[in-house]
Structures are given as structure tokens and as C-alpha cells.
């Protein structure tokens, strides 16, 4: 299983990034909590529109299976239900501290987007 | 007279563009078409009140897939800069609100599976104002998207006329678009601190497209002088001052055109016009000798 927290810095120890596709970083865990790798998202950080969407069709080809944020947008949340990732709104503090609450079961996953688009 | 394109803008809203737009256009008379392209929010018709002939739906292409043809190659997706077509696992999701109908996607599609639906963008209605040809567009309530509409009221330029485009106010896309092509731009704004720093934006924005502009200043003896000196540093003319007369306020108030409720300044808006086409004469004949 792998498991993307959008990020404010590289390390396992940054900051949750609140926002989705206009995050700064993405960091995709396995299910043991090791980094496989930090994604520099500033390409989608400075796109026109359609953030979300471009960062849900990396985490799909990346074969993410949830993804751990602050907000979700419409589009991004159709791109990541079609893609069948589950995501985690609402998170906050570091991206360990997101991940061990996944990891003791103590988030549940939102069926519906939590902001409007451009918000 | 010679056919050219005026735009009329100003970065702040609310100025007097669409004021100073109809009442160039009124004392042109035969010789002018008014176009308002303020597509969001257009005014000019509560001035001119034109006598309306003619309502045209315009459209922007989307995509439409069919799935039974798609190899979910994913061409689509990478040409589209908009992302409003995707392919994500089996599926090929499409956000139509967000395509600009470039129709890249479906050129690309090797089996030719994306064929085009299409959007409503808005409506343009063309019609006569007196003797003025008067053409605006309506933007669809919920549309976001202005530019292509914009496109479509400047396509209906008659070539043989003095064509007067009223931007919309700011100095961002749709106010680029309707200034682009232009002979000349008239910014209109007024003396305050407000005026002038939308003014200085405006300036910056319209600067890159090489076209001869001029002020005209509104509400001219309230506020203070930051105005002139700005244009007096940055050599822009100022073609005229328009005093905050309670006439004018009144006949706005009423919903008339300025030339109606104080025809003294028509002859005012004459020498506006001349001043605009001796400046294009200038800048042309200025080109000329730069080239030579």
C-alpha cells in the first residue's frame, strides 16, 4: 500500500500542506511508514488551473492507494475517485503524525470534496 | 473618415468608460459602430438604447469520448494545458467548464474517438442606435470564461466604420483581448489615489502591446493632481478633463448619454476625436521614420 500526504518540505518530519494540488511537496509512504520518495509539486504549484486534477493523475499513475491533505476540491476528488484512491481530509501537524493516525485507524476516509474549486 | 479601432479602458471600474465609450460614439453618428465588450456586465445598450435585430448564440467546442473507440492512450490528456480531459485508469474524465475549445485533444486522438460537443459561452445582439451600429455580448450567468466571447463581439467589426470598444474594467485577460488590435486606447480615470494606481497598472498591462494611448480624466476637479503628473512623466497625453458636473451626474442618474443631458460638450468629444486620430497619425508617420 502506498500512502501520499501532501507536504510542506521533503521530510518525514514537515509540515501537512493543507492544500492538494497546489502543495509543495507530496511525500508517498509504504505502509511501514518509509519515505519512498518527496515530490516536488511547484510545476502544479504555478499552474493556471486544473492543480488538483494534474496531482490526482500523478498519484494514480504513482499506483497511490489513499491520500492524506487539508482540503479537496471538486475535480481533484472526481480524478481521485475514478483513479480509486481514498482520501483523508482535514489533516494537520507532520506528515508522521498523519500517517500514524492512519496507521491506528483513527481517520476515516471522506466520500465527498471539502472545499470549492480555487479556494 | 478614415476606419480605425478605438478601445476605451481603465483599470479601475467605474470611472466613466462606458460614459465617455457612447457619447464618442453618439457625435460620430453614421460613421461609428459602438461595441461593448464588457461581456460580464455590458451597459453601453442603457445609454444608447439601441433598437436590437439580431441575437446570435456563441459556443466553445468540448470533448466528447467515445469510450468504445478509446485506447486510453492518454494523447489527450498531455496536449490539454487545461487538464479538462484525463485518463485515469479505465476512464477518460472530461471537465467541460474548464476546456478553452482548442480542440487539440481531439486532433491528437489516433482513433479519432473524441468528437466535439459544445458549451454555451453567452450571446451577441447587434442592432442600430439611432444611426450608430451598436453589437455587445452577454456572458452566460456561471460562465467563467469571457475571452472567446469577446473574440466573437470584435469579429463583428464592420471594417468601414470608426469602430469604439468598451473594455471591461481591470487589466487582466479580457481586457487584453478587447484592447488587442486596437489603433488606439483611451484610459479613463479619475484624480484620486484609487485613479491612479489602477491607471499605472493598466498602463504596465496595455505597454507591452505598442499601441498609442491617451487619458481622459473624469470627475477632473475633484481629488488631486497625481494624475497629470503621472502622465507628464510618462509622456502619456491627456486628450481631456471632464469636470464633475452636476448636468452630467443628472442625466447619468436618468440613464442619458452625457452628449444629451449637456450638449455643450459635443463639441468637446469632437476635439477628442481629433486629438486621437492627429496622435495615430503621429505614431504611424513616427514608426515610419524609425523604420527608415
Redesign the interface.
Known amino acids: 500500500m502506498k500512502i501520499a500526504v501532501t507536504s510542506m518540505g521533503k521530510e518525514i518530519d514537515s509540515q501537512v500542506d493543507p492544500r492538494f494540488g497546489r502543495a509543495q511537496y507530496i511525500v508517498i509512504l509504504d505502509q511501514s511508514g518509509t519515505v519512498l520518495e518527496a515530490v516536488d509539486n511547484s510545476q502544479n504549484l504555478n499552474?493556471?488551473?486544473?492543480?488538483g486534477?494534474?496531482a490526482?493523475?500523478f498519484l494514480?499513475d504513482r499506483k497511490v492507494d489513499v491520500l492524506m491533505t487539508g482540503h479537496c476540491g471538486p475535480?481533484a476528488f472526481?480524478?481521485l475517485k475514478?483513479?480509486?484512491i481514498k482520501v483523508v481530509i482535514g489533516q494537520s501537524g507532520t506528515v508522521k503524525e498523519a500517517f500514524d493516525r492512519l496507521n491506528r485507524n483513527e481517520v476515516a476516509f471522506t466520500d465527498k470534496p471539502n472545499v470549492e474549486g480555487h479556494w | 473618415m478614415r476606419p480605425m479601432i478605438i478601445s476605451v479602458a481603465s483599470g479601475k471600474g467605474g470611472t466613466g468608460k462606458t460614459t465617455i465609450a457612447t457619447s464618442l460614439a453618439t457625435v460620430l453618428g453614421s460613421s461609428a459602430q459602438l461595441l461593448d465588450c464588457d461581456v460580464e456586465e455590458p451597459n453601453c445598450h442603457i445609454l444608447m438604447k439601441p433598437v436590437l435585430q439580431t441575437v446570435e448564440s456563441i459556443t466553445v467546442p468540448v470533448p466528447i469520448v467515445e469510450m468504445d473507440k478509446c485506447t486510453l492512450c492518454g494523447k489527450c490528456g498531455e496536449v490539454c494545458r487545461f487538464s479538462s480531459i484525463v485518463v485515469i485508469g479505465n476512464q477518460v474524465l472530461t471537465f467541460p467548464e474548464m476546456c478553452h475549445g482548442c480542440g487539440g485533444c481531439s486532433l491528437l486522438c489516433p482513433e479519432k474517438a473524441i468528437t466535439e460537443g459544445c458549451r454555451e459561452l453567452g450571446v451577441i445582439e447587434t442592432g442600430l442606435a439611432g444611426p450608430v451600429e451598436f453589437v455587445h455580448g452577454r456572458l452566460r450567468i456561471g460562465e467563467a470564461m469571457s475571452p472567446p466571447l469577446i473574440r466573437a463581439v470584435k469579429a463583428q467589426i464592420n471594417p468601414h466604420k470608426l469602430a469604439i470598444l468598451d473594455a471591461p474594467p481591470g487589466a487582466s485577460c479580457p481586457v487584453i483581448h478587447t484592447v488587442m488590435g486596437s489603433d488606439f486606447i483611451i484610459l479613463v480615470t479619475e484624480p484620486t489615489p484609487f485613479g491612479l494606481h489602477d491607471l499605472k497598472i493598466a498602463v504596465e498591462a496595455i505597454s507591452h502591446l505598442a499601441i498609442p494611448l491617451g487619458v481622459i480624466l473624469n470627475r477632473s476637479d475633484v481629488g488631486d493632481r497625481e494624475v497629470h503628473k503621472f502622465c507628464m512623466q510618462m509622456d502619456i497625453p491627456l486628450l481631456a478633463e471632464i469636470p464633475h458636473d452636476r448636468q452630467i451626474a443628472e442625466g447619468y442618474a436618468r440613464g442619458n448619454l452625457l452628449v444629451v443631458s449637456a450638449p455643450q460638450y459635443i463639441r468637446e468629444f469632437l476635439e477628442i476625436f481629433k486629438k486621437i486620430t492627429e496622435l495615430i497619425n503621429g505614431s504611424k508617420s513616427n514608426l515610419k521614420e524609425a523604420l527608415s
Do not use: F, L, S, Y
Open positions: 499552474a493556471m488551473r486544473g492543480a486534477i494534474q490526482a493523475k494514480a475535480n472526481t480524478t475514478a483513479a480509486g
